[in-house]
DNA sequence: CTTTTTTGCGCTACCGGTTGCACGTACGAT
DNA sequence: ATCGTACGTGCAACCGGTAGCGCAAAAAAG
């Protein structure tokens, strides 16, 4: 026989009171006296009386859920994002509901509509790279299921963002980079379709202008991130007649993708040329190369960022609402991180 | 102006038919005339109508939600295992609700509280490493949680499981290893109370008996997988008189903190030493000295069976439930991969 | 001792759907 | 003409809580 949950009705007619008083007793409401109390929180008590939260958040129309969405959860930054969000979803009581877009735009669409059947109250995510429509995102909106971009961000006003400003970063990458003598300095970077893209690269312009030497766009490679492609892209860049003294790689992963290649091709990593990247991931430190120095953009941060910014706003939500509403920006500070350089 | 949700309601008030009717007339009830229906149905596209997923489950007392805690998603194993149970679960209108224990059983605990409050549908969990009790998992039952553990399983007899059966997997690279010449072959081991590493142990044990050797307990080392625990653990062995000529290593990050620690005092990997691990994750190839062969463990695979185990107990859980419950068990079988010796 | 206020609790509607049952109408069969 | 039977639709209960309002009894004020 199965030994059903306790409910406020169960309460309510073992205690011969109404629903609303053993509601109103549990939830401590000023109008329920002092004895009719006592009973009824004793008996909850003893029948580990828990209240059904479906049932609330359904009449609250809230269920203290909230969607995320990355590419990747393997790749560390974002299980690094992931754990951010999870720390501050935690501290608020918040919990998540996990998807991977796998960098497919339709397999994002698809859980998006997934989340958004569920209801979940709001919505982190980073983009898929091929991801250049956001629809199935704005469509939220008419649902009230507020969005926050972090790190892979769109390229709209209105939306509510948290991501690395790699503009600077990457001048600053390459001001170190000329300062230690490498005067060729190449760049592997990612699709132009990314934000992500442009920010590197309109950083990596600026930096090499800065040092009033003219651009090479030789130097400059776009890949898709894949293994293939970056390969293909290191190939071009030691076929050149003046090979570079230095490469600068989209992220950890393309990094070692390339160091790959370049040690196939009896390179001597950091030596020859060296390596710098982006992301500043701890794997890095058990891979047989890690970068001369790599740009820390705090997955950590920016997921916990994310997080707390979509509690605020959907704290607000009952708010004002004044009319216009406000999309909130917020940029972290990413930093160059110096590694111990392994020459094997 | 808020533009509201369009509900059942709505709809009716707009056809001057009932809620009821329309209700059924969108879930195409034979009993609805062909008139009504397409109003309806047309009125609802026009409307965008969706149902309210919250609401249905609430009446079904089902929320399509399953619950998965996992020790670190950072590791490589575990967000491949997370993909694993998401692609399950996406096959059959299922999501996840996510959460950490960072191998904490207080933290494991909260988080187990936190699912059953959002009453998950069940709960799919890895053991952190120090969960020795299992009170807090078996109260679910009481919820009519079903709970499937997988890869880092409880010993309990009652209860789902899915794993792999590293035992024979252990008895196996042991042989190999000696087939290979190595005759002294460490074993550094996780903690005791893991019933993954009580499987690896007897493993070892039976592997080096099977050798009509003598076992020696030197070679036998337990650590909590931390990083300092194991350079301990490397320590010992290295000082040993008669250094092993082979180490087996927990998991790829326990081999790649020892192979650190070996590489640090000098030793020429897998040359002077093999060392051989479990777990074979894509990250060990970009790694320095990746292990001569790996156990590879599938936990995309085990993620997945646990997924679709859950599912076909949720399934079941309306069935005819004659009197005792039984209890599900399914062995993963690991299979050795060798990798390409990297001697640097 | 009446009037007002406070205290303690119940009735009922509601959140957004689903579903068993009843009711009225039209239609073919007897 | 009468009866059984599809057919099409509405009423109302239900899932498990919350909350406004009303009402009686007790306490305080007049």
């Given at each position: 026989?199965?030994?059903?949950?306790p409910?406020?009705?169960e309460?309510?007619?073992?205690?011969?009171?109404?629903?609303?008083?053993?509601?109103?007793?549990?939830?401590?409401?000023?109008?329920?006296?002092?004895?009719?109390?006592?009973?009824?929180?004793?008996?909850?008590?003893e029948?580990?009386?828990?209240?059904?939260?479906?049932?609330?958040?359904?009449?609250?129309?809230?269920?203290?859920i909230?969607?995320?969405?990355?590419?990747?959860?393997?790749?560390?930054?974002?299980?690094?994002?992931?754990?951010?969000?999870e720390?501050?979803?935690?501290?608020?009581d918040?919990?998540?509901?996990?998807?991977?877009?796998?960098?497919?735009?339709?397999?994002?669409?698809?859980?998006?509509?997934?989340?958004?059947?569920?209801?979940?109250?709001?919505?982190?995510?980073?983009?898929?790279?091929?991801?250049?429509?956001?629809?199935?995102l704005?469509?939220?909106?008419?649902?009230?299921?507020?969005?926050?971009?972090?790190?892979?961000?769109?390229?709209?006003e209105?939306?509510?963002?948290v991501?690395?400003?790699?503009?600077?970063?990457?001048?600053?990458?390459v001001?170190?980079?000329?300062?230690?003598?490498?005067?060729?300095?190449?760049?592997?970077?990612?699709p132009?379709?990314?934000?992500?893209?442009?920010?590197?690269?309109?950083?990596?312009?600026?930096?090499?202008?800065?040092?009033?030497l003219?651009?090479?766009?030789?130097m400059?490679?776009?890949?898709?991130?894949?293994?293939e492609?970056?390969?293909?892209?290191?190939?071009?860049?030691?076929a050149?007649?003046?090979?570079?003294?230095?490469?600068?790689?989209?992220?950890?992963y393309?990094?070692?993708?390339?160091?790959?290649?370049?040690?196939?091709?009896?390179?001597?990593?950091?030596?020859?040329?060296?390596?710098?990247?982006?992301?500043?991931?701890?794997?890095?430190?058990?891979?047989?190369?890690?970068?001369?120095?790599?740009?820390?953009?705090?997955?950590?941060?920016?997921?916990?960022?994310?997080?707390?910014?979509?509690?605020?706003?959907?704290?607000?939500?009952?708010?004002?609402?004044?009319?216009?509403?406000?999309?909130?920006?917020?940029?972290?500070?990413?930093?160059?991180?110096?590694?111990?350089?392994?020459i094997?």
């Open positions: 026989m199965e030994n059903k949950l409910t406020v009705k309460i309510a007619r073992r205690l011969n009171v109404s629903v609303s008083t053993v509601s109103r007793a549990l939830s401590d409401h000023p109008r329920i006296g002092l004895r009719t109390k006592t009973r009824v929180q004793e008996l909850a008590k029948l580990n009386y828990e209240p059904n939260a479906k049932a609330i958040f359904f009449k609250q129309r809230k269920s203290f909230v969607g995320v969405i990355l590419p990747f959860i393997r790749e560390e930054f974002f299980s690094q994002a992931i754990s951010g969000i720390a501050a979803a935690m501290e608020h918040y919990t998540i509901l996990f998807g991977q877009s796998y960098d497919n735009p339709d397999r994002e669409k698809q859980v998006v509509e997934t989340m958004k059947k569920q209801r979940v109250d709001g919505l982190i995510i980073s983009l898929s790279k091929e991801t250049n429509k956001y629809d199935h704005q469509a939220l909106d008419k649902y009230d299921i507020p969005v926050v971009y972090f790190d892979r961000v769109p390229q709209l209105q939306a509510h963002k991501y690395c400003d790699l503009y600077k970063g990457t001048t600053e990458m001001n170190w980079l000329f300062n230690r003598g490498y005067r060729r300095v190449a760049f592997i970077n990612g132009d379709k990314l934000s992500a893209s442009k920010e590197r690269l309109k950083g990596y312009l600026e930096g090499v202008s800065k040092q009033k003219k651009i090479d766009m030789q400059v490679e776009t890949t898709d991130l894949s293994r492609s970056t390969h293909e892209a290191m190939k071009k860049l030691l050149l007649k003046h090979r570079p003294h230095a490469i600068v790689t989209f992220n950890d393309v990094h070692m993708d390339a160091v790959q290649y370049a040690e196939q091709h009896n390179i001597l990593i950091n030596k020859d040329i060296a390596f710098v990247s982006y992301a500043n991931l701890p794997i890095t430190n058990y891979t047989a190369y890690p970068p001369l120095a790599s740009i820390e953009q705090y997955p950590y941060g920016q997921g916990n960022k994310a997080m707390e910014l979509m509690i605020r706003i959907l704290n607000e939500k009952g708010m004002p609402t004044n009319g216009a509403r406000t999309y909130h920006n917020e940029k972290v500070v990413p930093t160059l991180v110096m590694h111990q350089p392994v094997r």
